[in-house]
């Protein structure tokens, strides 16, 4: 029986000191029925030349030039040109582990359409991995462990961008790379939530993270942490919130503010409410601070949860357990 074939769309740009690691570990991976389209983004390095050379060896791996400029363009490029029934993603910085592909087109196989296959991820670095990244791999990881990376979407982004893998056809079902949405990523999780593909639970490492102070999750402004806010109130306003109950923002932080006035700017009318005794019962943007109790007085209220801190939030939750209100219904953590 004929394998199904794997797209791998990799977007790259003046990668030329990680394009060898990135290449070789596809062309050691043990499912060998794939094809790469590699697309290059405007380099000024010898990137171009070196995906080349491997051209001409494998005729598995493709390169072509944007037809546009930048991920969103590139990926558009590599998604129209290529032919798999399969389609994953791959950062040309990364590195697979041998097994990647066969365990995703496994997963894929064994549940069928309607679901989307993911993996545990590390980060490395020649200088080590901070320990934010270390907080953000383990929290990724044990969501993906169970499948239920949709369960925080709100908090960042659950399906890391080079670590998925899609039928052809779900993948279009979600819009593939049509919308013009930074963080790119993160918008196409968001969908891939919408249109209820379910994540597959994996607890094999898949996929190796490098991180470096150029990369451009690091320097493109399209991943500053406004475009975040902005996408994740986006999809809360389109598939989670209900105007016909009342909206709570929790948190006078900079992040709640953030909210807040991105609430003001759609006129979308809120309760604002916090633990801060110097904030309660002042006066912020026109908005009165109440004692987060308030949210006892609402009737069938949903919430924002804007606090950060780890401990705050495992009090926060006790709150709303308190209150038979539940996370993902009534209640959405925005950090």
């Known amino acids: 029986m004929q394998q199904p074939l794997v797209s791998i769309l990799i977007p790259f740009k003046n990668t030329e000191a990680f394009l060898n690691q990135c290449l070789d570990s596809i062309l050691e991976q043990k499912y060998e029925n794939w094809e790469v389209l590699a697309v290059n983004d405007e380099s000024s390095d010898g990137s171009r030349n070196l995906v080349n050379s491997y051209a001409k060896n494998d005729s598995r791996i493709q390169l072509f030039d944007n037809e546009g400029s930048g991920i969103i363009e590139a990926l558009r490029t590599a998604y129209k040109l290529s032919q798999g029934q399969f389609i994953t993603r791959m950062d040309s910085d990364d590195i697979m582990t041998e097994e990647k592909l066969k365990i995703m087109v496994e997963s894929l196989l064994a549940n069928g359409k309607g679901h989307l296959a993911v993996g545990q991820v590390r980060y490395f670095s020649h200088r080590g991995i901070s320990n934010g990244y270390q907080r953000y791999e383990q929290w990724l990881n044990q969501l993906t462990e169970t499948g239920n990376n949709y369960s925080e979407i709100y908090k960042e982004c659950v399906i890391p961008s080079p670590c998925w893998m899609v039928f052809r056809e779900d993948l279009d079902c979600c819009g593939a790379f049509v919308p013009d949405l930074y963080p790119e990523d993160y918008d196409l999780a968001f969908r891939f939530y919408e249109n209820g593909l379910k994540c597959i639970p994996c607890s094999k490492l898949l996929h190796l993270w490098r991180d470096y102070d150029t990369r451009t999750s690091r320097t493109s402004e399209h991943y500053a942490q406004n475009y975040f806010l ?7 306003l389109k598939l989670n919130y ?42 912020i943007y026109d908005k009165e601070m109440y004692h987060f109790s308030k949210l006892k007085e609402l009737p069938n209220a949903q919430s924002i949860i804007s606090v950060a801190n780890a401990d705050a939030q495992i009090h926060i939750r006790k709150f709303f357990l308190g209150i038979n209100q539940k996370p993902m ?6 950090c």
């Open 242 to 283: 209900n105007p016909n109950r009342p909206l709570t923002v929790w948190g006078a932080g900079a992040k709640g503010k953030e909210i807040v006035r991105a609430l003001q700017e759609q006129n979308i009318d809120f309760y604002w409410v916090c633990d801060n005794p110097k904030k309660i019962g002042k006066h």
């Open 329 to 334: 219904e009534d209640y959405f953590f925005f």
């Open 230 to 236: 902005d996408i994740k109130l986006r999809y809360f």
